[in-house]
């Protein structure tokens, strides 16, 4: 006979309750909860390994390469940690169109594998004009427009592919759940099964994941302890630059990022970053200062642009792209204290050009002195970079990887660099790059002007 039980849900982050209730314990959101049935006519439990396993002891002596399978795609094959482990699965989440579908239809279209590209979210035209965009490559790419995740594991025992794509697991839906998919027992269902399939076949699985109004991967959190890899892909969409970032890998490294252009014909991996994040133009503007920063284990020069005028209301504004605001607000309160610039009664706007949002603490030094060379109206030269986090008493702390931003920002033509008067160097002149220390931000304006 089978047992329908009623459970309730966050919507926003899985959390479960056995009634309803008006806020989430667990994420504070109001209203979120919706009832579920989850029917239990058969055992939906699932198990992730296989059951005849043994305990054995670890040893060295066993085969430790785990087989990859390597995508075309270079930064993508970078930030998995060297191509995708067979068996593995992979979460990607990102906001609606900033081009998840097109990297992965991108990937299986330009593979050598045999692939399934499982779309519940597009219709078959709306794939193969995507896919005629892109360039079709792979002729052994299938694709199938399937929501019943029963049907999806059928099909895949039926023609055996090497890789699969599901496009996305919100929309996919277990028979042996009533409720409607998204909701967070059908995903959590359907992932335990795609989970279960990719283990026993070896055939990596990547699934698209819708994210949340917080920008964090919608679903219960359980999905991203169950994916092997995590994936985010992120950017401003009015900007075509895009970057692929790691939140969780079980067979690499987190520090490896993946930058990508959208072009009319798909994404393009960007190969020298530095170069498009910089402009070209040759006047010297005051408020502009380039900083020689770290994204995840690629040094990159970034251009900080920063605009201090008078405030027009009452209360100034204190706008940021790309930086953030109470970082910001922080180094404004650390000039303004420390090295005496009165920024109240002024609008202070912060801008990272190419919609890039670096998470470096790096970045400071640049920040404070485009602020302070828009507040003088002084140009700085375009050929300084500058590298170092700002502590609360004015303190210039050493930037980590300091080596290699200044590597970075030798190869780009720059001929001085600001860091840390702390920073641990091995050998300063060993540098074509002159390299200038500083130990407090008050030592900033006698070295810029
Ligand atoms: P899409 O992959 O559909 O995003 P997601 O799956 O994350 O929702 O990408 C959508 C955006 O990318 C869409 O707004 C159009 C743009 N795009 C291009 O600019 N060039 C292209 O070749 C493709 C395929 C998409
Ligand atoms: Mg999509």
Known sequence: MAKTKSVFFCSNCGNESPKWIGKCPSCGEWNTYTEEIISTKQNTKSVLVKSDSLPEPISDDFDSTETRLFLSDT????????????????????????????LLLQNMLHSAYKCLYV??????????????????????CYMLHETRIEKV???????????IVIDSIQTIESELIESAPGTVSQV???????????????IPVFIVGHINKDGMLAGPKVLEHM??????????KNYQYRTLRTLKN??????????????VDGLKAVTNPSD????????????????????GNTPILIEIQALVSPAVYGTPQRNSTGFDTKRLNMLLAVLEKRSGFLFTGKDVFVNIAGGFRPNDPGLDLAVAAALISSYQDIPISKTTAFSGEIGLSGEVRPAFRIEQRIIEAEKLGLNRILISEFAKLQDKNGFNIKIETLEKTDDLIEMLF
Do not use: W
Not at 250 to 263: C, D, H, K, P, V
């Open 75 to 102: 930064e993508l094959n970078r930030v998995l940690g060297g191509g995708i482990v067979c068996g593995s699965v992979v979460l990607l989440g990102g906001e609606p169109g900033i081009g998840k579908s097109t």
């Open 119 to 140: 779309s519940g979210e597009e219709s078959k035209t709306q794939v193969n004009m995507r896919a005629k965009r892109i360039g079709i490559r792979n002729q052994e």
């Open 153 to 163: 594991i059928a099909t895949a025992k039926e023609i055996n592919p090497e890789m």
């Open 188 to 202: 959590k269902e359907c992932t335990a099964l795609l989970i279960r399939y990719a283990k026993q076949t070896d």
């Open 227 to 236: 994916a092997d890899v995590v994936l985010q892909f992120e950017g401003e």
């Open 250 to 263: 079980r067979f690499g490294s987190t520090n490896e990022i993946g930058l990508y252009e959208m072009a």
């Open 276 to 295: 498009i994040l910089i402009s070209d133009s040759t006047d010297n503007l005051s408020g502009v200062a380039i900083s020689a920063c770290m994204e």
